[in-house]
């Protein structure tokens, strides 16, 4: 932790694997100028999850650790909102800054909203509009108590606006994710060359990930989907990380790997970004995922119907293709042959966590 007398206290939460990576350029641009506590919420807890993140992205042990684990959404949310509650009474932070979607970044914005402790919420503003998504009740919940809303895109900020939002709240930073991207970049890149050698791949490959619940708690959807994908594929290698809830689902259920499918355990940061920048194209349902493809030019096709990033679709290399078999296999077969075209997309520079901490500095120390 660092201490400084007039400096101010901000207590930074990481909950789940997609808050690493914004958590660390934050922590990095925050801990010089503030005495920053880093509170791990435990939402993810094991080594795939969490650990492996903290290592490789540098991130320090975190100074308190909640230890909340798996559950429900409510048990989740109920166990954050206590354990934290306890924290901040303690450590009485004059700011606590929260990052992306996750159940953990929510409910520790109401913890610290009900003691009147100014919340800075970093990825503000986006919208699927799908009330089916989990993340969708967090963001909207998370934008409406936080102080600050710092946004990665000018589409957030008319979303913000449109929801009544004054714009003397809305800071539009750029994407701090894409800060911990660039940043390894080249760590990326030749981490690449070992994973690439350990999983035999020496031709084009595409990479997959898939954990939404409405794509992989039914059997059917998950077998048809996969199949979808190495058909349209016709044979070249797809690479599958996957995450724990859908290896759950696929040991459960006992769904057959098509043959050119390589399922591989969750990987770090560093080796996944470098994974995907020599892939020919991801197929995927992640958020984060939309946004590094873009950025390293990779064609994304979303398995999904509506997307809270709308600018990797305007800007960006993503198609959203929905979750019809019958679609994903001919978008599958279209993007072998789409061209790499990076974007540039505003802002998305590898210098947004500084401008998150100019803007609480800014605010917290009056200039
Ligand atoms: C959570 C986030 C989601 C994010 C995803 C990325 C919410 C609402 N959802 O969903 O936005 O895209 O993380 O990973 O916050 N598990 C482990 N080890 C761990 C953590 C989880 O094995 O370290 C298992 C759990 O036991 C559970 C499953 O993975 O069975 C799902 O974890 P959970 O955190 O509940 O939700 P995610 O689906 O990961």
């Given at each position: 932790?660092?201490?400084?007398?007039?400096?101010?206290?901000?207590?930074?939460?990481?909950?789940?694997?997609?808050?690493?990576?914004?958590?660390?350029?934050?922590?990095?641009?925050?801990?010089?100028?503030?005495?920053?506590?880093?509170?791990?919420?435990g939402q993810h807890y094991d080594?795939?999850m969490s650990g492996?993140?903290?290592?490789?992205?540098?991130?320090?042990?975190?100074?308190?650790?909640?230890g909340i684990g798996s559950?429900?959404?409510?048990?989740?949310?109920?166990?954050?909102?206590?354990?934290?509650?306890?924290?901040?009474?303690?450590?009485?932070?004059?700011?606590?800054?929260?990052?992306?979607?996750?159940?953990?970044?929510?409910?520790?914005?109401?913890?610290?909203?009900?003691?009147?402790?100014?919340?800075?919420?970093?990825?503000?503003?986006?919208?699927?509009?799908?009330?089916?998504?989990?993340?969708?009740?967090?963001?909207?919940?998370?934008?409406?108590?936080?102080?600050?809303?710092?946004?990665?895109?000018?589409?957030?900020?008319?979303?913000?606006?449109?929801?009544?939002?004054?714009?003397?709240?809305?800071?539009?930073?750029?994407?701090?994710?894409?800060?911990?991207?660039?940043?390894?970049?080249?760590?990326?890149?030749?981490?690449?060359?070992?994973?690439?050698?350990?999983?035999?791949?020496?031709?084009?490959?595409?990479?997959?990930?898939?954990?939404?619940?409405?794509?992989?708690?039914?059997?059917?959807?998950?077998?048809?989907?996969?199949?979808?994908?190495?058909?349209?594929?016709?044979?070249?290698?797809?690479?599958?990380?996957?995450?724990?809830?859908?290896?759950?689902?696929?040991?459960?259920?006992?769904?057959?790997?098509?043959?050119?499918?390589?399922?591989?355990?969750?990987?770090?940061?560093?080796?996944?970004?470098?994974?995907?920048?020599?892939?020919?194209?991801?197929?995927?349902?992640?958020?984060?995922?939309?946004?590094?493809?873009?950025?390293?030019?990779?064609?994304?096709?979303?398995?999904?119907?509506?997307?809270?990033?709308?600018?990797?679709?305007?800007?960006?290399?993503?198609?959203?293709?929905?979750?019809?078999?019958?679609?994903?296999?001919?978008?599958?077969?279209?993007?072998?042959?789409?061209?790499?075209?990076?974007?540039?997309?505003?802002?998305?520079?590898?210098?947004?966590?500084?401008?998150?901490?100019?803007?609480?500095?800014?605010?917290?120390?009056?200039?």
């Amino acid at each position: 932790m660092t201490s400084s007398t007039h400096a101010p206290r901000i207590t930074l939460v990481a909950g789940a694997r997609p808050n690493f990576m914004k958590v660390a350029p934050v922590l990095k641009a925050l801990e010089h100028r503030a005495n920053v506590t880093l509170v791990h919420t435990g939402q993810h807890y094991d080594d795939q999850m969490s650990g492996s993140f903290f290592r490789d992205l540098e991130i320090r042990e975190p100074d308190v650790s909640l230890g909340i684990g798996s559950g429900s959404h409510a048990q989740q949310t109920a166990g954050v909102l206590v354990a934290f509650e306890r924290h901040l009474t303690e450590a009485a932070p004059d700011a606590v800054v929260v990052v992306g979607d996750v159940n953990s970044s929510m409910a520790a914005t109401l913890a610290a909203s009900k003691l009147g402790i100014p919340v800075a919420h970093v990825e503000a503003g986006l919208r699927s509009r799908d009330w089916a998504m989990p993340e969708e009740i967090n963001r909207v919940v998370t934008d409406r108590l936080s102080r600050w809303l710092l946004t990665t895109s000018a589409d957030a900020d008319a979303n913000l606006l449109a929801e009544g939002e004054p714009p003397s709240k809305i800071h539009l930073v750029g994407n701090v994710m894409i800060d911990s991207l660039l940043s390894r970049l080249e760590a990326a890149r030749s981490a690449a060359v070992q994973v690439r050698a350990e999983l035999n791949l020496d031709g084009a490959y595409s990479v997959m990930t898939l954990h939404r619940p409405s794509n992989v708690d039914e059997p059917d959807t998950l077998r048809a989907l996969m199949s979808a994908v190495t058909s349209g594929a016709d044979g070249s290698v797809v690479v599958f990380p996957v995450h724990p809830r859908t290896r759950y689902r696929l040991l459960d259920a006992n769904v057959n790997v098509p043959r050119s499918m390589v399922l591989v355990d969750p990987l770090p940061f560093t080796a996944f970004i470098g994974l995907v920048d020599g892939a020919r194209f991801v197929v995927t349902d992640s958020g984060g995922i939309q946004e590094e493809t873009s950025v390293l030019g990779i064609p994304c096709l979303t398995l999904r119907t509506s997307t809270e990033r709308p600018v990797t679709c305007t800007l960006g290399t993503n198609e959203l293709v929905g979750t019809d078999p019958d679609r994903v296999e001919a978008a599958v077969a279209s993007a072998t042959t789409r061209d790499r075209a990076p974007a540039n997309i505003p802002l998305w520079d590898g210098r947004a966590a500084e401008r998150v901490a100019d803007v609480l500095l800014h605010d917290l120390t009056d200039g």
